[in-house]
T-cell receptor, first 115, second 116 residues
Framework: NAGVTQTPKFRVLKTGQSMTLLCAQD?????MYWYRQDPGMGLRLIHY???????AKGEVPDGYNVSRLKKQNFLLGLESAAPSQTSVYFC??????????????FGPGTRLTVL | AQKITQTQPGMFVQEKEAVTLDCTYD???????LFWYKQPSSGEMIFLIY????DQQNATEGRYSLNFQKARKSANLVISASQLGDSAMYFC?????????????WGAGTKLIIKP
């Protein structure tokens, strides 16, 4: 039982390049999330999905796209990377968001640097 | 609007002492849940403890307990008998029903350093 895994762990991009971050979970969770974490700030939600084939915008969606073609996978894409997207990206999953006490399980994070 | 505030950017505590990490929240929903997560230097987010707004007792999990003061809208994390391995970032988060998909709202975190 691997839980939530993220690929890659580290990446350096040049401005304008594109890339896709892959998140996979083996807990049969319905809900999946992409967050970014910047110094001095809490986690900010980029996009999330409440089930296979569905996605929704979070707090900071601009510059990112997502897809959830399979229940276990949630992809985060950067079409044209910018230095402002330098951050640590976390994927998380949960069985659902209701009841209120459902915790989110996190992947190990991806450290992305955009030069 | 929902909001989580952690007023302590950083704390130094002597090993074996108890430590309290502050968290205040704001919501108009009477039904909500509060979470604490730990993020060690290795980077992973680890769930520690949960408190529901209607729970009759303060939550406890081993050395972690939550000092929940509903009227003050505070949910402070208490770590008893601190250990060197407790050095980490600690995040408070809240979920209520105001958001249609019950998303977690996160505080900025407190960096805790345990001194030997």
């Amino acid at each position: 039982n691997a839980g939530v895994t993220q690929t890659p762990k580290f990446r350096v991009l040049k401005t304008g390049q594109s890339m896709t971050l892959l998140c996979a979970q083996d807990m049969n969770h319905e809900y999946m999330y992409w967050y970014r974490q910047d110094p001095g700030m809490g986690l900010r939600l980029i996009h999330y999905s409440v089930g296979e084939g569905t996605t929704a915008k979070g707090e900071v969606p601009d510059g990112y796209n997502v897809s959830r073609l399979k229940k276990q996978n949630f992809l985060l894409g950067l079409e044209s990377a910018a230095p402002s997207q330098t951050s640590v990206y976390f994927c998380a999953s949960s069985y659902s968001s209701a009841p209120l006490n459902n915790e989110q399980f996190f992947g190990p994070g991806t450290r992305l640097t955009v030069l | 609007a929902q909001k989580i505030t952690q007023t302590q950017p950083g704390m130094f505590v002597q090993e074996k002492e108890a430590v309290t990490l502050d968290c205040t929240y704001d919501t108009s929903d009477p039904s909500y849940g509060l979470f604490w997560y730990k993020q060690p230097s290795s980077g992973e987010m680890i769930f520690l403890i949960y408190q529901g707004s209607y729970d009759q007792q303060n939550a406890t999990e081993g050395r972690y307990s939550l000092n929940f003061q509903k009227a003050r809208k505070s949910a402070n994390l208490v770590i008893s008998a601190s250990q060197l391995g407790d050095s980490a970032m600690y995040f408070c988060a809240m979920r209520d029903r105001m958001d249609s998909n019950y998303q977690l709202i996160w505080g900025a975190g407190t960096k805790l350093i345990i001194k030997p």
